[in-house]
């Protein structure tokens, strides 16, 4: 067994007084290797930046997956999470009873998505706080199924979604029955079952797999996992369409691409393409604590939930309701949308500059801050790893396609700072 003092003490940089070294050989004896990672260990993050054991730093174009979209260590959202500790107004509070630091996070997020679901009227919206991102996937699944069940009048337990080829909404059993990664399920069945697979972006396909048991349809407005994809022009509209045609739900998971990521506050409103519910997570707590809900038309919420029939003793909990409304404060404060929606733009000129010069590149694709390029030989990582020697976290799509997607607070010195290191791996 690895020997190592682990007595924290105060560093210059970071919490403990640990080498990488101790880092590695702790990491590989006492924790699960679950993820392919890159050799460095993180002592500090601000803004964008990540600063290492040595005092450098490292452009951090990964954002843990747009759960930084205003920052690392923002610190409004600090001085609110540290004044929530302080004023002994953040503990966990059991549900049995009400906390005004959930009363406001609901209505603020509850009146920020636009009224959702409107052929169900114009109530309002009604959120289901969670932790996790998968938390909220898993409560949309059962809010389609509960529909189909109560609304339609399908025999529970022969409910059906539909879902598209790709996708990803996060690693627990029900959602990775549904995935269509080998890698996500093998071994892990039985998997449950009620999910129909079809080509993301094919609305022939999509209808033609509608029948009297389909209760709902689950898409990501874009890909994040399954290499940064945009949809085909039309293809959200169409899928509205389908769902009000046949009496579905159809819910959107926002929990990467929402809160300001692709360039709108939320993805669907490039298409103004109004779903009924959607999935948001990640950013909407700033990346301080873990925060997720879904959202839905009020009527929906209303018959689906009723007590009993969901629960969660971290969801809404008073810490992290403070930590986000003040991320969602800072993202309309600082009209991160618009920033990314800008600096984007710059970004992906300069990379499509690159891409033309380049014998790597496939294709460039993207939208705001969420940008992807897929490189010819499949294999993303290669490249991640000399940009990480360069100053520069990346991390793989699909394992073809280079994900940039750095915090919705970077300036036009970070744009080229990228671009640099981009140029010196892409092109020989």
């Not at 002994?88 to 636009?114: E, R, W």
């Not at 289901?128 to 509960?146: F, I």
């Not at 009000?244 to 159809?250: F, G, P, S």
């Not at 969901?310 to 800072?330: E, H, N, R, W």
């Amino acid at each position: 067994m690895y020997s190592i003092n682990t007595e924290v003490t105060p560093t210059s940089v970071g919490f403990s007084s640990l080498s990488d070294h101790d880092v590695f050989h702790m990491e590989r004896e006492f924790g699960a290797h679950h993820y392919e990672r890159q050799h460095m260990v993180v002592r500090k993050a601000e803004g964008v930046w990540l600063t290492d054991e040595r005092g450098r730093q490292y452009l951090d174009c990964l954002a843990a997956y747009s759960a930084a979209n205003q920052g690392h260590h923002h610190p409004r959202i600090v001085a609110a999470v540290v004044g929530a500790l302080q004023g002994n107004y953040g503990s966990v509070i059991s549900n049995v009873v009400y906390t005004d630091p959930l009363a406001k996070f609901l209505q603020k997020l509850g009146s920020l998505v636009p009224q959702l679901g409107p052929r169900f009227g114009q109530h309002g919206n009604k959120v289901l706080p969670k932790n996790g991102g998968v938390e909220s996937c898993e409560t949309a699944v059962k809010a389609a199924r509960y529909y189909g069940w109560m609304h339609k009048g399908i025999e529970d337990g022969k409910q059906e979604i539909i879902v598209f080829r790709n996708n990803f909404h996060g690693r627990m059993i029900t959602t990775i029955s549904y995935s269509t990664s080998r890698k996500y399920k093998e071994g892990f069945g039985p998997l449950t079952p009620g999910f129909v697979e079809v080509p993301f972006g094919d609305l022939e396909a999509t209808e033609a797999e509608i029948n009297e048991n389909t209760c709902g349809i689950w898409v990501e407005p874009m890909q994040g996992e399954g290499g940064m994809y945009g949809p085909p022009e039309g293809f959200l509209k169409g899928l509205r369409e389908l769902c009000d045609k046949h009496d579905l739900l159809l819910l959107f998971d926002e929990i990467q691409v929402g809160m300001g990521r692709t360039g709108k506050l939320f993805c669907f409103e490039h298409e103004n393409v109004i779903p009924d519910g959607i999935t948001l997570g990640k950013a909407l707590s700033g990346g301080v604590v873990p925060v997720s809900a879904f959202v839905c038309n009020s009527e929906i919420m209303d018959l689906v939930f009723q007590p009993g029939r969901d629960g969660s003793t971290y969801g809404g909990y008073p810490l992290g309701a403070v930590a986000a409304c003040t991320a969602i404060d800072v993202t309309l404060d600082e009209n991160l949308p618009e920033r990314s929606r800008e600096m984007g733009a710059i970004l992906k000129a300069k990379i499509d500059d690159i891409a033309e010069r380049s014998p790597h590149v496939k294709e460039v694709r993207g939208r705001g801050l969420f940008i992807g390029i897929e490189v010819k030989n499949g294999n993303a990582m290669q490249y991640c790893r000399q940009l990480l020697d360069l100053g520069m976290l990346a991390n793989d799509s699909y394992g073809h396609t280079i994900r940039i997607s750095p915090p919705l607070v970077l300036d036009e010195s970070h744009i080229d700072y990228i671009a640099e290191r981009l140029e010196q791996v892409l092109i020989d």
